[in-house]
């Protein structure tokens, strides 16, 4: 299982990013997938999750109406957009699979600082 992260960088309060998650090692369209994110000090977090045929969608209480999970089995990519960010948003953001195990990204970092 290989889960590559991209989109992270720096970006004004009230911007937007886009991450994206390449996924390769196994049968993409078959598993939920998840974001998480964890910042300086902090315990990572569950931010968003999405299910296998993406017909069903979660977030936490701290982004919802901010950030859209999304994705692309054709593609094996996995998306989180994330519109009016604040300064709270400023973390590492892994991209997660549980294929048996739970499986990690390396994280794409995102600062969100004018």
């Known amino acids: 299982v290989q889960l590559v992260e991209s989109g992270g960088g720096l970006v004004q309060p009230g911007g937007s990013l886009r991450l994206s998650c390449a996924a390769s090692?196994?049968?993409?369209?078959?598993?939920?997938m998840s974001w998480y994110r964890q910042a300086p000090g902090k315990e990572r977090e569950l931010v968003a999750a999405?299910?296998?045929?993406?017909?069903?969608?979660n977030y936490a209480d701290s982004v919802k109406g901010r950030f859209t999970i999304s994705r692309d089995n054709a593609k094996n990519t996995v998306y989180l957009q994330m519109n009016s960010l604040e300064s709270e948003d400023t973390a590492v953001y892994y991209c997660?699979?549980?294929?048996?195990?739970?499986?990690w990204g390396q994280g794409t970092q995102v600062t969100v600082s004018s």
């Open positions: 997660s699979a549980r294929v048996v195990l739970r499986y």
């Open positions: 999405i299910t296998s045929s993406g017909g069903s969608t």
């Open positions: 090692g196994f049968t993409f369209s078959n598993y939920a």
